[in-house]
């Protein structure tokens, strides 16, 4: 049996860690160093966007508070023009701020202090998942992702390109969670899905989604694919049930 061979540094994950603490910062370089990643650190939002530019990561593990410019905006801004994945990290605590992360469209969001293992597990997770996103392969349990095009009241969904297209042939630009839960529902479209369920099926928050950031996202995409958000008629809240969504569906 041939020797196993070690990767070469740049075949190892590459993340970008930003973190306006020093000590910090270092410790979590030296955390994933040790743990198979390739790393480059940033103190700065500034940076960051340059660093993003030179030699873009495979991860962003970016920090909440930073001097010029606070880890949501940033995240919104890389957000807007990539699926690049985010784990945001926070010493604010749960709830608000937690939940404002996912609204920005971040993949993960961690609270400190953390465990070391257990934030270097969930980057693996956020990382497995962009790399079957990338090779066109569903996050939904038992679901093969190639060459699905689901259809749906003028609607189109190439589930392995992650597109959605407006029924008027237009593109319509969602985030890697957004994309998630909506193919949650188009799956199991008729069918009433609880919040734990969709948190279970879409898997896209590492275990640490919840209730309330699943209506953050049903939230955001109705603005998208709605008429009328405020009287939704493709995805319906079942009262004390949780979504429905209503179209028929077909499968290419």
């Not at 369920?197 to 709605?226: C, F, M, P, Q, Y």
Request: charged share 30%; proline share 6%; aromatic share 4%.
């Amino acid at each position: 049996m041939p020797a196993k061979t070690e990767p070469t540094q740049a075949q190892l994950p590459h993340l970008l860690i930003v973190d306006d603490d020093q000590d910090h910062r270092l410790l979590l370089g030296r955390l994933f160093g040790e743990n198979g990643f390739r790393v480059s650190l940033a103190p700065d939002g500034a940076t960051m966007l340059r660093l993003l530019n030179a030699a873009p990561p495979d991860l962003v593990i970016l920090d909440l508070m930073l001097p010029d410019e606070d880890g949501l905006s940033l995240c919104r801004r890389v957000r807007a023009e990539s699926d690049l994945p985010i784990i945001m990290l926070s010493a604010l605590g749960r709830g608000p701020h937690k939940l404002a992360g996912f609204d920005m469209g971040a993949d993960d969001c961690v609270a400190k202090p953390f465990d070391s293992a257990e934030l270097v597990a969930r980057t693996r997770a956020v990382l497995r998942r962009a790399h079957q996103r990338n090779e066109g392969v569903s996050v939904l349990p038992g679901r093969k992702g190639t060459k699905r095009v689901y259809r749906f009241d003028g609607w189109r969904v190439d589930a392995a390109k992650r597109e959605v297209f407006s029924p008027a042939d237009v593109l319509i630009t969602l985030t890697s969670g957004e994309t998630d839960l909506l193919l949650a529902l188009i799956e199991h479209a008729q069918t009433t899905l609880t919040r734990e369920h969709l948190v279970e099926l879409t898997r896209n928050r590492g275990g640490e989604a919840n209730d309330r950031s699943v209506d953050i996202l049903i939230s955001r995409i109705r603005r998208k694919i709605e008429q009328n958000p405020r009287a939704p008629r493709i995805i319906k809240t079942v009262r004390s049930g949780g979504y429905l969504f209503a179209p028929s569906v077909t499968l290419d």
